[in-house]
């Protein structure tokens, strides 16, 4: 990571070169966004699907289901770069719609419940795990703070 927040040329010719490696065939120019998530983790980046389907709306607004490599470019650096602040503000949102009596916590079993359609094939024993460690006091609620911490 550069200091600058930018890439410099062998950084990014080594994404190009993951880039092409992740394309199935050469005469196809882009990738699937419904992929992003396996092309991430295979770059040693861990995204959540959450963290995934926003990166999808901000570089496939149009929902093609399909990105270029300067659009994948810029997913790269807004990871490395911690391009989150749009993440944060969303989860904020989504804590808010949650919150429906505006009492600023929301249940772990809201939580759950979110978790699961999110990711419904999530390890049940996983997930209680990360709620157990999210609700560390035992309340069974979790504040905003906890939930962004929790989302991210």
Not at 13 to 22: S, W
Not at 38 to 57: N, P, T
């Amino acid at each position: 990571m550069s200091a600058n927040k930018e890439l410099d040329q062998k950084q990014i010719k080594e994404f190009k070169e993951a880039y092409n490696y992740f394309l199935p065939s050469e005469d196809v120019d882009n990738l699937e966004t419904r992929e992003l998530k396996k092309y991430l983790s295979e770059m040693g980046f861990d995204a959540s699907d959450l963290e995934v389907a926003q990166i999808k709306k901000k570089v496939d607004p149009k929902g093609t289901g399909q990105i270029d490599f300067d659009q994948f470019l810029s997913v790269v650096e807004g990871i490395l770069f911690g391009d989150n602040e749009g993440m944060e503000e969303e989860l904020k949102n989504a804590f808010r719609m949650f919150d429906k009596d505006g009492a600023g916590a929301i249940s772990v079993n809201i939580l759950r419940e979110i978790m699961m359609a999110v990711d419904p094939n999530m390890d049940k024993q996983e997930l209680e795990q990360m709620i157990r460690e999210t609700d560390a006091d035992g309340s069974g609620e979790v504040d905003m703070d906890e939930f962004i911490e929790f989302m991210s």
